[in-house]
């Protein structure tokens, strides 16, 4: 038997409940994420009449550090229990319901407030879901596993995101659903000021998926972890001070985190202010973006499994400077949705061999406290990033007088710094030997036939 057709064959794959479970839940954030920013803005402008930078920095920097500062505490209370689906449902009804008290922030501080009681609570979902599925795919096929989950969540992410962008263009609906309730109507829909309707639909079919989606992750059938000995745990600075793979991994995506993380507020407003983009627009961008990551995700999963996580690592990281670069010369709206293909090709490249790559470096009964200390190791580089990008971005404001530059300045250093620090990657290494090579792979593609057809 041939280790192509054990892995086919023999090796353990995802039920289908996990599949519908991930992807109601990316609908849920496809239906309310890319527009927070927007939001945001929206509200910066309807009350103050400017934007400010360091609030947009600081909304991006609590986004990024309040999902992460607790997921070691989650990662190993499920890895604990050994049963990780609790702490999945809670965390997936209690993030994504809060998401429809948004609707009555009063300032922009409240807002900053109140995402980030928000991802907390979302937080307890990530590293637990990470860990449930985790324990049921096989380690030879994880790769394809992750591909495919991706591709069917990414697609549940793109269908949200585009009834989010069709329903902002329809001014009337909300009004229509409160008469369409008689005297329920303001309710189950209460009254916001105007410019907040638009948001208010898919903040309040978030909720409403989040909760079903919550329930149903409870009939998936997990597999316990058996544990020998004590059910010890190491805490975040032990894991991190132990020399091995997971400390030089997690070390060398500082740099690039940092990097990335700088060009995250000025994104918005490269589409809202400087080229007046629509909610649709914008739902059109991140929706190419989600396109791009399905298209690429399963074969990039199937890639790594082959040739290893290092070489999609290295390609995703290596091309993702482009992006802000891009940004930073938009002049209209095509360069933004050519730069977010391009980001959704980088995302598919890295993103799944990243997780593959921790899954493959971790003990199995330490996952879950793997990905969350790596997330929330990587979540605090990303908070100091986007805040300081958002003071940088402030100080430059107030010295050149243009908000134009200031933002310009800070897109272009996001991208100089991401392409530096793409090349740390090359300092990771490989846990186990794979049968191909990506350069292999390629000469295979170029020249119609499998690499080793010369062994058939």
Not at 43 to 61: D, E, H, K, P, V
Not at 84 to 97: D, E, I, Q, R, S
Not at 161 to 182: C, D, E, N, V, Y
Request: charged share 15%; aromatic share 14%.
């Amino acid at each position: 038997m041939t280790e192509e057709t054990f892995v086919t064959i023999e090796e353990p794959k995802l039920p289908a409940k996990a599949f519908v479970v991930g992807a109601l839940t990316q609908f849920a954030l496809g239906l309310h994420a890319p527009f927070l920013q927007t939001y945001l803005v929206d509200m910066q402008t309807n009350l103050y009449g400017t934007l400010n930078f360091t609030q947009l920095g600081a909304f991006r920097s609590v986004g990024n550090v309040a999902p992460t500062v607790l997921q070691p505490a989650w990662g190993a209370a499920s890895d604990r229990a050994g049963h990780a689906k609790a702490f999945v449902a809670f965390g997936t009804m209690m993030g994504l319901t809060f998401v429809y008290l948004f609707l009555w922030a009063a300032t922009p501080i409240d807002m900053i407030l109140m995402y980030a009681i928000q991802s907390i609570l979302f937080s307890i979902q990530i590293p637990t879901w990470l860990s449930l599925i985790g324990g049921l795919m096989g380690e030879k096929n994880r790769g394809d596993q992750l591909g495919k989950l991706g591709m069917i969540t990414n697609v549940a992410s793109l269908v949200a995101t585009m009834i989010s962008g069709i329903l902002a263009g329809i001014p009337g609906i909300l009004p229509l659903l409160r008469s369409s309730f008689g005297d329920f109507g303001l309710v189950i829909f209460p009254s916001v000021e105007s410019w907040r309707e638009t948001y208010y639909i898919p903040f309040f079919l978030t909720a409403v998926i989040g909760i079903l989606s919550s329930l149903l992750s409870l009939s998936i059938k997990e597999k316990p972890l058996k544990h020998d000995g004590p059910k010890r745990f190491p805490p975040m600075l032990k894991l991190l001070s132990r020399p091995g793979d997971f400390r030089r991994f997690s070390f060398v995506a500082v740099f690039f985190s940092f990097a990335m993380s700088m060009a995250w507020p000025y994104f918005i407003v490269v589409q809202r202010e400087w080229l007046g983009n629509s909610i649709l627009e914008i739902a059109i961008a991140s929706a190419l973006m989600t396109t791009s990551t399905v298209i690429f995700t399963i074969p990039f999963g199937r890639l790594s499994d082959r040739v290893g996580r290092k070489p999609l690592i290295l390609l995703g990281r290596g091309f993702l400077f482009l992006v802000p670069i891009m940004y930073a010369f938009a002049w209209n709206v095509w360069i933004v949705y050519a730069a977010n293909i391009l980001a959704g090709f980088c995302t598919a490249s890295a993103f799944n061999a990243i997780t593959a790559y921790i899954y493959d470096i971790a003990p199995a009964t330490e996952r879950g406290s793997h990905i969350a200390v790596f997330n929330t190791f990587t979540g605090l580089v990303y908070l100091l990033g986007s805040l300081l990008a958002g003071l940088l971005g402030q100080l430059l404001l107030v010295v050149f007088s243009s908000e134009y530059l200031a933002v310009f300045l800070m897109l272009i250093l996001s991208g100089i710094l991401r392409f530096v620090a793409s090349f740390f990657y090359l300092l990771i290494r490989e846990p186990r030997q794979y049968s191909s090579t990506i350069w292999r792979e390629f000469r295979s593609l170029i020249q119609g036939r499998r690499h080793d057809a010369d062994l058939v």
